[in-house]
């Protein structure tokens, strides 16, 4: 039997149905008393108390014959389209918009109705059968069909020639190696990035520049919100249901969605770095917490290294234990990238030497979750080096740091610091941080584009 | 808890066939696509026959690593001591709790030791 605070359990009950286990037995606390009483077994005493009988009662009272045998769940039926009336237009996309929301497809902001003819002209942007099966997406594992993005494109109100940004951002979600459960349902604020590369940033007009992650561009909003709504329409979440962020998340509507400044940036594109053509287009998918804003600015002077100094240091303070899976999103405004050139940093230079800066000496590393010693931090990191979660080229550098006098790095490789210039001339520097127990960054080719030259 | 209304499932499409008949007398009716992604669901499995008793029975103790989940569980391992002597209580703590990888082969071996096992969550 399973046991879980009164706030999680309609969680539990999901996830116990999404496994194929709907009679699972579990058991509520209360949340109000629980989380306020965890440092101690004594706190926890009276709390347990009162579990107990209900507990024991749930191993040894004889099963109901609908738990023994549950009805087998079959897909649902579900009616492709849904006919809604107004006295005119305006009072039926109003209908359309309660029905939606209250059914809980829909974010809060008003939609545009996903007529057949609305997704036929977003269908239009992308030369890819509209039953193609891109993946699952997490954590209920809904069928991603190009149509089903389609029609949450229509409602975010995106234009048919993003469609192949969000289907290529969809892919790297739904990717087998990235884990979009942990951003769909961590009680913590994790958002994803949604960074575009290539020709067609510029084509479609995505911001880059000043005011990077505000609102007044379509390409940026729209796409970010197609994403929005297809994670929760396809991978079927709600706050406080099943997407448990407790103070929700950043950026929930439109996610951090932008271009790389590549007419700025004193380097080659991000993509190219990873091994894609220049000519090639890409999105990049991260899941990332609380973005950190940095050096820059038109206010007071910086210096370029001086930067890159408050980067590594920020990243040195911030608490570790997942050092198998921590990557660091870096957006560095052009100024600030191009001084760094002018001092002989290329791109790759600039994780090295991040990595190399933001190592923890041994002593000090401290625990990233609060109540976890140091001790079982560096236990946690000798387990993820023995099962080969820490890569095995990169195993005896751990080994190495994990001892008095070591400086233990704060991510597997230099790789894992993402470089991105972005942002205007002046600009500000962000650095978005993920300290999750596993993979969750993916770059994708954009292809099959009908209406821009890239991406094609 | 602040939730929005929230219609069952089941009833979202007698609502729609609700908007469909008053959509007979609108002057403008709108056709729209459902959004959502249809689930391919798992086989629906049964729980385990439950145990008569828990004395002689070996009763694991398993929680996710999360902070307070193990406090929680030695309280009720202490009860379960106090008042079924003669059960034993194992602790099987969760291998690298938050991930999605490594765990596969745990719960079979859990599965193997104990007779019973109450899974605690510190969330």
């Known amino acids: 039997m399973y046991v879980t605070t009164s706030e999680f359990l309609d969680d539990a009950r999901s996830a116990a ?12 606390v209360p949340a109000d008393r629980y989380y306020r009483s965890r ?18 009662d749930d191993l040894v009272r004889p099963l109901t014959a609908e738990e023994a045998n549950p009805e087998q769940v079959h897909k649902e039926l579900q009616g492709k389209t849904i006919k809604v009336g107004g006295t005119d237009y305006s009072d039926a996309a109003e209908q359309v918009n309660q029905l939606f929301l209250d059914s809980l497809w829909a974010d809060g902001l008003p939609i545009v109705p996903p007529t057949e003819r609305a997704v036929k002209w977003m269908l239009s942007g992308l030369s890819r059968s509209p039953d193609e ?40 979600f739904t990717d087998k190696n990235y884990d979009l459960t942990h951003m769909q349902a961590s009680t913590g604020s994790f958002t994803p990035v949604v960074i ?44 406080a249901m099943n997407d448990m962020a407790l103070t929700g998340r950043l950026e929930s509507y439109t996610f951090f969605t932008f271009a790389e400044n590549q007419d700025l940036s004193p380097w080659e594109p991000y993509h190219v770095s ?100 140091h001790e ?16 095995p080229a990169r195993a005896d550098v751990f080994k190495e740091a994990l001892k008095p006098g070591g400086r233990v790095p704060v991510v597997q490789s230099p790789e894992d610091f993402h470089i991105f210039v972005a942002g205007g001339s002046p600009g500000y520097d962000l650095l978005f941080g993920y300290p999750g127990p596993n993979h969750a960054n993916q770059t994708t080719k954009i292809t099959s584009s009908t209406h821009t030259t890239a991406g094609r | 808890m602040n939730k929005p209304p929230i219609l069952p499932k089941e009833s979202l499409f007698p609502i729609a066939s609700l908007r469909s008949a008053e959509a007979t007398t609108a002057q403008v009716t709108l056709e729209v696509l459902n959004p959502r992604g249809e689930i391919p669901p798992p086989p ?58 490594l765990t596969k082969g745990w719960y079979p071996e859990v599965a193997a030791q104990v007779d019973g096992f109450i899974f605690a969550t510190g969330d």
């Open chain 1, 17 to 28: 149905k999404d496994r194929g286990m709907p009679q699972l037995r579990i058991v509520g």
């Open chain 1, 39 to 56: 440092s101690s077994v004594a706190e926890l005493q009276p709390i347990a108390a009162g579990a107990f009988n209900q507990i024991v």
């Open chain 1, 133 to 172: 099966v891109i993946g699952q997406v997490a954590p209920k594992n809904g069928t991603a069909t190009i149509e089903k993005i389609a029609i949450n494109a229509v409602m975010a109100g995106a234009k048919p020639e993003y469609l192949p940004v969000i289907v290529a951002a969809m892919e790297g």
């Open chain 1, 196 to 239: 575009v590369n290539g020709p067609i940033a510029k084509e479609l007009n995505f911001n880059s520049g000043i005011g990077v992650l505000g609102h007044g561009w379509r390409p940026n909003s729209t796409t970010g919100r197609a994403l929005r709504l297809c994670l929760l329409n396809l991978g079927q979440t709600w706050p």
């Open chain 1, 274 to 373: 990873l091994g894609f053509k220049p000519e090639d287009s890409t999105v990049t998918v991260a899941t990332v917490g609380n973005p950190i804003v940095l050096g820059g600015g038109a206010v007071a002077p910086w210096t370029a290294q001086g930067i890159l100094d408050t980067i590594a240091s920020r990243i040195s303070n911030v608490g570790f234990g997942w050092f198998h899976s921590q990557t660091y999103i870096v957006v560095l405004h052009p100024d600030c990238a191009v001084e760094l050139a002018k001092l002989g940093y290329t791109r790759k230079g600039v994780q090295e030497w991040l990595y190399e800066r933001s190592r923890v000496p041994f002593e000090t590393l401290i625990p990233v979750t609060v109540g976890f010693s």
């Open chain 1, 376 to 391: 079982a931090v560096v236990e946690f990191t000798r387990q993820t080096i023995a099962d080969g979660r820490i890569h």
């Open chain 2, 44 to 101: 629906t499995l049964g729980i385990r026959p439950r145990l008569p008793n828990l004395a002689g029975k070996k009763i694991g103790l398993c929680d996710n690593g999360k902070f307070g989940a193990s406090s929680f569980l030695d309280a009720i391992e202490t009860m379960l001591k106090q008042k079924y002597p003669a059960a034993t209580i194992l602790r099987l703590p969760k291998p690298a709790a938050q991930t999605i990888t």
